[in-house]
């Protein structure tokens, strides 16, 4: 029986082989060496001009600027913020106060006791012995 497949693999070896024997070339070893010392070349002197041209230096201006403007608007938030706290805590305790008055003004307890449970003094009285007798019967 005839490999049909064979030819194939020989040609994929046969290639890989070549490609291989390509890389390892001293020529194409001298030749990318000689490029990339020209590219870095290129790159030094690009970056050079770049540093001293008006471009950078008016990039450089314009952030500072900004963040500059952002610490200020941050600042001036953060002032007003401060300013606010105080003012906002003393009107939630007047409320607060407020409502406190006047649920003592309309005659709701503390801790959900009932008038009938509290005698004069304030202290829990004979109310409650007769609520429990009351439920008892």
Do not use: W
Request: with cysteine; aromatic share 8%.
């Amino acid at each position: 029986m005839l490999n049909t497949i064979q030819p194939f693999v020989n040609l994929a070896n046969a290639n890989l082989q070549a490609t291989s024997h390509f890389f390892q070339a001293p020529e194409l070893n001298e030749l990318s060496k000689s490029n990339t010392d020209r590219f870095n070349k290129v790159a030094e002197d690009s970056f050079m001009q770049l540093t001293e041209s008006d471009a950078l230096r008016q990039l450089s201006r314009e952030m500072i600027q900004n963040y500059s403007r952002f610490t200020n608007e941050c600042m001036q938030s953060y002032f007003a913020l401060m300013t606010q706290v105080p003012n906002s805590l003393a009107n939630q305790v007047q409320d607060f106060s407020r409502q406190i008055e006047k649920g003592v003004s309309s005659g709701i307890r503390p801790l959900g006791r009932s008038s009938e449970n509290v005698n004069a003094e304030g202290e829990e009285g004979e109310g409650k012995g007769k609520a429990k007798s009351a439920r008892a019967a």
